[in-house]
């Protein structure tokens, strides 16, 4: 562990508490509005390599916060899938 390992896993950890606020916020409203489906697996995608791309330079703190933010954002899409588009009035 280093200092720019703690340093990337702050950051991480903390995208990944927006990403679990997100989904809560979907899961209360029970359907989602202006946001892409792709665009939320893209993103899903990216931050699971990142999660695997730390663990492999060394980096637990900044794998651990890519994973979870990674989990986070799967967990978004499918309930994406699950709910649907919210109509907006």
Do not use: C
Request: charged letters at 10%; proline letters at 3%.
């Amino acid at each position: 562990m280093s200092t720019p390992d703690l340093i990337n896993g702050a950051i991480e950890f903390a995208g990944s508490l927006a990403a679990w606020v997100n989904l809560i916020t979907l899961w209360k409203d029970r359907g989602y509005a202006g946001i892409s489906i792709p665009v939320m697996a893209f993103f899903a995608g990216r931050s699971l390599w990142r999660g695997y791309f730390y663990w492999h330079l060394h980096q637990p703190i900044s794998g651990t916060g890519g994973l979870s933010n990674g989990l986070a954002y799967v967990f978004f899409v499918v309930l994406m899938l699950y709910f649907g588009k919210k109509e907006i009035a």
